[in-house]
């Protein structure tokens, strides 16, 4: 992934997950192209690209019920 243009790369500690994180969408989906073809092995594996909130981090106050 790292050839193909992510920023990072990481493996999850916790299950068979892989993420990769990249400054352009174009480069994502070739990323996500190439995890899917190389390390999807069944009818339950999968690939999503998706975006960060450019609004960043925030706290929401949830009124009490």
């Not at 790369?9 to 073809?37: C, R």
Request: charged fraction near 10%; aromatic fraction near 8%.
């Amino acid at each position: 992934s790292l050839q193909n243009g992510a920023d990072a790369f990481g493996i999850s500690g916790s299950g068979p997950t892989v993420f990769a994180v990249s400054n352009s969408l174009e480069k994502a989906n070739v990323i996500g192209e190439y995890l899917h073809s190389h390390y999807v092995q069944n009818n339950n594996g999968f690939t999503h690209v998706c975006t960060l909130c450019q609004a960043g981090a925030r706290i929401e106050h949830q009124q009490a019920s």
